[in-house]
T-cell receptor, first 113, second 109 residues
């Protein structure tokens, strides 16, 4: 296991299109998180899964955003009808418990044109 | 409110000089605080966590509840310490971190 993997690394899409990102966490980790990071800002929480259950969502996560973690393994984050304001780095992280910190993936950089 | 403030966006020090990256937090109760580091073209990595009271790569951070601070310190900066540093707070639910805006540290040779 080489850590948290995210795919794709970069995505350029036209406004209004749908995009989907994938995250493969560390296999022993039961917790999975999605964060978003824009230029000059720290990562902002989007959503959290424990196993397959989505237990917490940020108000940042509008109705156009949906995340899944079927079978408690990999996760997908879909953005429908993308807007230019969605351009950001989308980070996935995983952990076993939350008190000891996360392991982050390299992120997917989304550019909406 | 749960919040982390890193007042310095940029910090430059000379090699061998002491370095302190500031982090202040807003939290009711006993906070769980972390420092993350991001080297150029690399992913965010956990540097240290206050519950472990550890020292990683010569860095330490002490929780000061009176001043609501968790400053990161190193007595002698090295060029390889040049990176972006983020302070993070585990929120009340234990399920999300609140990150500061980060401090970019440059160590001048």
């Amino acid at each position: 296991d080489t850590g948290v993997s995210q795919d794709p690394r970069h995505k350029i899409t036209k406004r209004g299109q749908n995009v989907t990102f994938r995250c493969d966490p560390i296999s022993e980790h039961n917790r999975l998180y999605w964060y978003r990071q824009t230029l000059g800002q720290g990562p902002e929480f989007l959503t959290y899964f424990q196993n397959e259950a989505q237990l917490e969502k940020s108000r940042l996560l509008s109705d156009r955003f949906s995340a899944e973690r079927p079978k408690g393994s990999f996760s997908t984050l879909e953005i429908q009808r993308t807007e230019q304001g969605d351009s950001a780095m989308y980070l996935c992280a995983s952990s076993f418990g939350g008190r000891y910190g996360y392991t982050f993936g390299s992120g997917t950089r989304l550019t909406v044109v | 409110a749960q919040r982390v403030t890193q007042p310095e966006k940029l910090l430059s020090v000379f090699k061998g000089a002491p370095v302190e990256l500031k982090c202040n937090y807003s939290y009711s109760g006993s906070p769980e605080l972390f420092w993350y580091v991001q080297y150029s073209r690399q992913r965010l990595q956990l540097l240290l966590r206050h519950i472990s009271r550890e020292s990683i790569k010569g860095f330490t951070a002490d929780l000061n509840k009176g001043e609501t601070s968790f400053h990161l310190k190193k007595p002698f900066a090295q060029e390889e310490d040049s990176a972006m540093y983020y302070c993070a707070l585990n929120g009340y639910t234990g399920n999300q971190f609140y990150f500061g805006t980060g401090t970019s540290l440059t160590v001048i040779p």
